[in-house]
């Protein structure tokens, strides 16, 4: 059974950092693409970072690029969030989720095409 946790969440103010953990078990990890989602109060869950299987390409939202860096290492079989400069509308549940497995190296964005998912964890950032 496939297990994502997400750590490293919490309350922050405006321009701090902060690293998000997730820790897969359960798949065979240096073999998904991973990719880290956030859903604020009343929006929908929306795309931040993606990482293919071998941690070479990555890909970002506009909303966090030059901010947010995205990483992997596959021999813990943990994908992290790097955030950086964060600002109040970066407030959301954040959310790790795994794709594969893939032979090739891919990127995946779109949130519908991620098969598993984390319980996330709660980022605030006051002003």
């Known amino acids: 059974q496939v297990h994502l946790v997400e750590s490293g969440g919490g309350l922050v103010q405006a321009g701090d950092s902060l690293r998000l953990s997730c820790a897969a078990s359960?798949?065979?990890?240096?073999?998904?693409?991973m990719g880290w989602f956030r859903q604020a109060p009343g929006k929908e869950r929306e795309f931040v970072a993606a990482i293919n299987r071998s941690g070479g390409t990555t890909k970002y939202a506009d909303s966090v690029k030059g901010r947010f860096t995205i990483s992997r290492d596959n021999a813990k079989n943990t994908v992290y969030l790097q955030m950086n400069s964060l600002r109040p509308e970066d407030t959301a549940v954040y959310y790790c989720?795994?794709?594969?497995?893939?032979?090739?190296?891919?990127?995946?964005?779109?949130?519908?095409?991620?098969?598993?998912w984390g319980q996330g964890t709660q980022v605030t950032v006051s002003s």
């Open positions: 989720a795994a794709d594969g497995p893939y032979p090739m190296l891919v990127v995946v964005t779109t949130l519908e095409d991620y098969d598993y």
């Open positions: 359960g798949l065979t990890f240096s073999r998904y693409a």
